[in-house]
């Protein structure tokens, strides 16, 4: 079963505009990724926070996390048409599970 | 390798022919894991290899799905008489380190699997 749940589904933005995408999961984690999926492709990490952490910086990516409400962001800024994909956090629970749980994804369409 | 390899990327069975799907991971990666991806959803967990040991089969659907990997280099993700809700992206993945969790996992392209 799916843990996490993006939100919003889909989002289609401007060029230039910033996009935001929530995720919610359900138990406690060892760290959360975002991965990015252009259509018809594999899944490209994107970054990694770790449960420890609360904001973390890549270039054009902020994500942030808040523990105690479950729950993690995914800001673009200044977005480009080339971002145009689905976003997919998956969250690492540890305690000997081996596997990420991925959500159901947000569809980005960003607009030149 | 460059990347995760993965083949056939598409693959249309009739249903009830067995299918097999490889993936040919990062060299050097302990870590290998099949996922399942139906059509506007994320991935779903198959199975996980730590080198040659399947420590994870958790999430295999059915007794009809069976993955390998004999050398913990390449790996085989079998399915027996393929029924039309095994139409999915089957997803390989990859990752330096062994225990599974906690690293960036490397994605193959998918294989696109049909029945008809």
């Known amino acids: 079963s799916q843990q996490g749940e993006e939100d919003p589904q889909a989002l289609s933005i401007q060029e230039g505009e910033n996009a935001t995408m929530n995720c919610s999961y359900k138990?406690?984690?060892?760290?959360l990724q975002w991965y990015r999926q252009n259509s018809g492709r594999g899944l490209v990490h994107l970054i990694l926070?770790?449960?420890?952490?609360r904001e973390k910086h890549s270039g054009r990516l902020r994500v942030t996390l808040d523990t105690s409400k479950k729950s993690s962001s995914l800001l673009i800024t200044a977005s480009r048409a080339a971002d145009t994909a689905s976003y997919f956090c998956?969250?690492?629970?540890?305690?000997?599970?081996?596997?990420?749980?991925f959500g159901k994804g947000t569809k980005l369409s960003v607009i030149p | 390798g460059a990347g995760v390899s993965q083949s056939p990327r598409y693959k249309v069975a009739k249903r009830g022919q067995d299918v097999a799907l490889r993936c040919d991971p990062i060299?050097?990666?302990?870590?290998l894991f099949w996922y399942q991806q139906a059509l506007g959803q994320g991935p779903e967990f198959l199975t996980y290899?730590?080198?040659?040991?399947?420590?994870?089969k958790s999430g295999l659907p059915s007794d009809r799905f069976f993955a390998e990997r004999p050398e913990g280099s390449v790996s085989t993700l079998k399915i027996q008489r393929t029924q039309q809700e095994d139409s999915a992206v089957y997803l390989c993945?990859?990752?330096?380190?062994?225990?599974?969790?906690?690293?960036?996992?490397?994605f193959g392209e998918g294989s696109r699997l049909t029945v008809l």
């Open positions: 993945a990859s990752s330096l380190a062994g225990g599974g969790s906690g690293g960036e996992l490397f």
């Open positions: 138990t406690s984690i060892n760290n």
């Open positions: 926070i770790r449960s420890n952490e």
């Open positions: 998956a969250t690492d629970h540890g305690a000997g599970s081996y596997q990420l749980t």
């Open positions: 060299s050097g990666h302990v870590s």
């Open positions: 290899f730590q080198n040659e040991a399947q420590l994870d």
